[in-house]
């Protein structure tokens, strides 16, 4: 499924769209979708009160979905298209890489159940940020790697934590630096409904999933207790 994308698409996916050459879109979204297939939680707002959501792309999002899902602390998740341009986009349109959209899991967390940091410690460890506009053999601009925050304390963790993975990265040899596009999140729009859950609902199917061996560091926003 994700080589034939490879034949059709490697050519054109590498470079990003301008809002002149992006596709239109529509104003409505697809349809909706939910509830969630395994926890049967909903997979649209609104959430519990003082929930957090962030959204990261880790390549093919069947896999990264079922990545979060599994998470200790993660309440629900879902997958759709973020960081691009294109209102409402198919999943054709977006692997057109004319959308200038990732694909994304929109992430929803208890906070008191698993810090921020330990969300992105499964987002930085569960596939390899080097690759550019890519995940393995999935070539494209909506493979890239992309964490999109959606506070002002996550940005300066997220932050840290590029930074922290960097170093640990370097210290264990790895060859490349960290590609991955941090940004505010925008928009994130919901894929249509048989990718929500794919590897619950078809278990045998395809998952692209790959790190780089390397533990990512943790605890970086801790503070020592200052004396008086």
């Known amino acids: 499924m994700r080589l034939h994308e490879v034949m059709l698409f490697a050519r054109k996916t590498l470079e990003l769209p301008t809002p002149e050459t992006a596709l239109p879109g529509r104003p409505t979204p697809l349809g909706q979708v ?25 390549g093919c999002f069947w896999g990264a979905e079922r990545l979060f899902w599994e998470t200790d602390g993660v309440w629900t998740t879902a997958v759709g298209y973020a960081g691009g341009i294109t209102l409402n986009p198919t999943y054709s349109e977006t692997c057109s890489g004319r959308t200038g959209h990732t694909e994304a899991v929109l992430v929803v967390f208890d906070p008191a159940a698993i810090s921020f940091e330990g969300i992105l410690k499964v987002f930085w460890e569960g596939h390899d940020p080097t690759q550019v506009m890519r995940q393995g053999n999935d070539v494209g601009s909506q493979y890239r790697s992309a964490l999109y925050w959606t506070s002002e304390e996550q940005r300066v963790v997220a932050e840290a934590s590029r930074d922290a ?17 941090l940004a505010p999140a925008g928009p994130f729009y919901y894929a249509e409904d048989y990718h929500q859950q794919y590897l619950h609902k078809n278990p045998g199917g395809y998952c692209g999933l790959g790190g780089t061996g390397v533990s990512c560091p943790t605890g970086l926003m801790t503070s020592e207790p200052t004396e008086d």
């Not at 969630?36 to 880790?58: C, K, S």
């Not at 993975?165 to 596009?181: M, V």
């Open 165 to 181: 993975f960097a170093k640990a990265l370097t210290d264990a040899g790895h060859p490349r630096p960290i590609a991955t596009e």
């Open 34 to 58: 939910g509830p969630h297939a395994v926890t049967g939680r909903p997979v649209q707002p609104p959430f519990p009160d003082g929930y957090d959501t962030v959204q990261v792309g880790l």
